[in-house]
Nanobody, 122 residues
Framework: QVQLVESGGGLVQAGGSLRLACAAS????????MGWFRQAPGKEREFVAR????????VYTDSVKGRFTISRDSAKNTVYLQMNSLKPEDTAVYYC???????????????WGQGTQVTVSS
């Protein structure tokens, strides 16, 4: 069982930055692939980024490549999403999630946080 708690969301102007954090409970953090997803109003939840167990492998959706960076700190049981050059279309509720396999599919993730709102004004 893994419990995930996101933080760091907020309101920011276009071009600004935010860093999201997701704290995981339990001792098995290093055995999970960690992912970030987002859901805008009226849209389906979509994949943003994922990081492998060791942190050596990362994958991003095309729309955030070069702007977002996912990382993890096993000592703190925390995964981060650094978001730079934010755009209004990045506005969404952002969720972190944990999976046992390397996947970008929503259904492949077993545990989810409650989400944190990110709003980017133009």
């Amino acid at each position: 069982q893994v419990q995930l708690v996101e933080s760091g969301g907020g309101l920011v102007q276009a071009g600004g930055s935010l860093r999201l954090a997701c704290a995981a409970s339990g001792r098995a953090f290093s055995t999970y692939v960690m992912g970030w997803f987002r859901q805008a109003p009226g849209k389906e939840r979509e994949f943003v980024a994922r990081i492998s167990w060791s942190g050596s492998s990362t994958v991003y959706t095309d729309s955030v490549k070069g702007r977002f960076t996912i990382s993890r700190d096993s000592a703190k049981n925390t995964v981060y999403l650094q978001m730079n050059s934010l755009k209004p279309e990045d506005t969404a509720v952002y969720y972190c999630a944990a999976a046992k396999t390397l996947t970008i599919r929503t259904h492949g993730y077993d545990y989810w946080g409650q989400g944190t709102q990110v709003t980017v004004s133009s």
